[in-house]
């Protein structure tokens, strides 16, 4: 079996196909159930108590 060379604009294209296909499927698809982030309410209190 005869290794294969990928050459840096092969990476660089197959990189950006993927990153792309990333960020095209809908969140729901990723995330099937899970209550995302800007949907969640974080409270934090400094300096509270002397």
């Keep these: 079996m005869k290794p294969t060379l990928t050459t840096r604009r092969q990476f660089l294209v197959s990189s950006a196909a993927a990153a792309l296909s990333v960020s095209i499927i809908p969140r729901h698809v990723l995330g099937a159930g899970q209550t995302p982030p800007s ?3 974080r409270i934090g ?3 509270i108590g002397g």
Aim: charged share 35%; with cysteine.
């Design 39 to 41: 949907r969640k309410l």
């Design 45 to 47: 209190c400094v300096g």
